[in-house]
């Protein structure tokens, strides 16, 4: 069944949507992955560079031919690039100066014809004195079908779940949002972390991890297809959580090549934030050459469709786009050296991003890490009190929402954006069986306020907090504690305390400065402490692991830089 599986995917996928799975694929092969790019022109033909186990650079350039073949007139169209890949050399930090190995890839077949003119070409950079490791060598369907099953067909469990799993995630409308529950629970089955492996050695944890990357690679193949890069990030987040929990739960550090197929995934975060913020600048020019005008209504750019049908998603999709903007942004000054933003991905960055172009709506307490986000990143250039205004709104929002508006709630972050608005739907048009979220939340009670209120002590808001603090003393603030930090990274666990803090009428400020200010987590795990920018991506996805301790030590992090 894999096989025919493998070779399904292989036959309807792009070289975009093959690029994951080939990275993990030559970390298992003994690569050390240097770069992968999509996004800029200058990388002269070379979508990955790696270092192999011999130490010499590798380039490759990737195509795709699904179900299909290299003809010789479409080998005619990439001799160019064929050429910068031979020729150009490797410019990046890290990489060996000696001659690189240069690589096409392709998930088709390769003509007869082609081969011959590869020939040809390999015989001619010979006769002009090039280096041995500078002849072109093809990589093909059939190797990368057999090197896939090598990978996974002995990290899969045998029970046919991750088959049945990865069959759902074929036959998925791309258009969706992620299901992240069916990702997490085959991380978790892959990487043995609700059924602990007998074995502990560091060869069987390293193949484990590359064939749950394997699994998501092949998973998200019609997210790819169409384009749903929120759902691409979703599916790839609930990878590196898993990842995350195995080297907790077995106390295996990642570090050196265990931690590659972690750092591939990571790298394929950002190149998907990337195509992201690419084709919101292409929408903006487009909208800017249609209206004749520079300046142009941006919460145009987050509507698709009838603006009467389409108008209660798009002000979430606006935040949930302008969050991952936001880390992108904050990626960008903790860690320059990390991305190389083109000046043009930089101005469409600081125009999309822009505070103040849009009001958000808190549709439920799972959107509050996205308005954080968005918030820190605003705080990087605005050094004025605005920021923390927003805060402060979030937070009388809640109350308002919690204890004085009809509904007496705000819908808890363990309920998606998808059940909120059907409940909302189902609350006006009187459909009873839509709202579920009424019934699983309890009135005046907040999973997000105290997390809140301890940003507010650290931008040091006395008289603000001094208003509304009678008000935070009405409510129940409630979070919930994994009893192990790998369990932190489950999408989903039984296992923990339902932690419920009710706030004394009086309380001494330094009392509550010296709470806001513990930044000790003890509940997370150590990675995503070595990774703050890597937590608030997970906690954007996995807005129930937002518990205080996790958000103080973020504020401290990045809104403190």
Request: proline residues 5%.
């Amino acid at each position: 069944m894999i096989e025919r599986l493998i070779e399904h995917w292989l036959d309807s996928i792009g070289e975009r949507g093959y690029q994951p799975a080939f990275c993990q694929i030559l970390i298992g092969k003994g690569h050390t992955i240097i770069h992968s790019t999509r996004h800029s022109p200058i990388e002269f033909g070379k979508d990955v560079i790696s270092i192999d186990p011999e130490g010499i650079p590798c380039a490759f350039q990737l195509k795709a031919h699904p179900g299909s073949r290299l003809s010789l007139s479409q080998f005619r169209e990439i001799k160019l690039q064929l050429t910068e890949l031979v020729e150009q050399t490797i410019l990046y930090p890290g990489i060996p100066e000696n001659p690189h190995k240069c690589y096409l890839v392709t998930n088709g077949y390769i003509e007869e014809e082609v081969m011959l003119a590869i020939k040809g070409f390999n015989e001619e950079l010979e006769r002009r004195g090039f280096h041995q490791n500078q002849r072109i060598e093809v990589w093909q369907r059939g190797q990368l079908l057999n090197w896939t099953k090598e990978h996974v067909g002995n990290y899969w469990p045998n029970d046919f779940s991750v088959h049945e799993k990865l069959i759902q995630m074929l036959n998925i409308d791309g258009r969706c949002p992620p299901d992240l529950e069916l990702f997490s629970e085959a991380v978790d089955r892959i990487l043995c972390l609700s059924e602990k492996r007998t074995s502990d050695k560091k060869t069987e944890f390293a193949q484990s991890v590359i064939s749950a990357g394997i699994f998501v690679a092949l998973s998200i193949r019609n997210y790819v297809k169409e384009e749903n890069h929120i759902a691409i990030i979703g599916a790839l987040m609930s990878y590196i959580a898993g990842c995350i929990a195995a080297s907790e739960r077995y106390g295996i550090e990642l570090k050196g090549n265990l931690e590659q197929p972690l750092l591939a995934a990571r790298k394929e975060v950002f190149l998907t934030i990337l195509d992201l913020l690419n084709e919101v600048g292409q929408n903006l020019r487009n909208l800017e050459e249609t209206s004749g005008k520079k300046t142009v209504d941006l919460n145009r750019l987050f509507l698709q469709g009838n603006p009467i049908v389409d108008h209660l998603l798009w002000n979430s999709r606006a935040l949930k786009t302008i969050s991952l903007f936001s880390i992108l942004n904050i990626e960008a000054n903790m860690s320059p050296e990390r991305l190389n933003l083109s000046s043009e991905q930089e101005k469409v960055l600081e125009r999309i991003a822009v505070p103040g172009k849009t009001r958000f709506e808190i549709w439920g307490e799972g959107a509050i890490p996205q308005l954080l986000a968005w918030c820190w990143s605003w705080r990087i250039s605005d050094p004025t009190p605005d920021p923390d205004v927003i805060i402060v709104g979030i937070l009388k929002d809640i109350i308002h929402q919690s204890l004085k508006s009809d509904r007496g709630f705000v819908p808890t972050p363990y309920h998606s954006l998808e059940e909120c608005l059907s409940s909302m739907v189902g609350k006006i048009s009187g459909t009873s069986t839509l709202n579920n979220v009424a019934e699983e939340t309890q009135k005046h009670s907040s999973y997000f306020a105290e997390a809140l209120l301890h940003c507010v002590v650290r931008a040091n808001l006395k008289t603000t907090l001094k208003l509304i603090w009678p008000e935070l003393t009405r409510l129940s603030h409630k979070s919930f504690i994994p009893s192990a930090p790998w369990e932190y990274c489950l999408w989903r666990t039984d296992n923990g305390e339902n932690v419920v803090n009710q706030f004394r009428h009086r309380k001494e400020w330094s009392e509550l400065k010296r709470e806001a200010y513990d930044i000790e987590t003890p509940n997370v795990p150590t990675y995503f402490r070595n990774d703050a920018v890597l937590l608030m991506i997970f906690l954007i996805y996995y807005p129930h692991r937002a518990i205080p301790e996790a958000v103080r030590f973020l504020h401290s992090r990045i809104y403190e830089m």
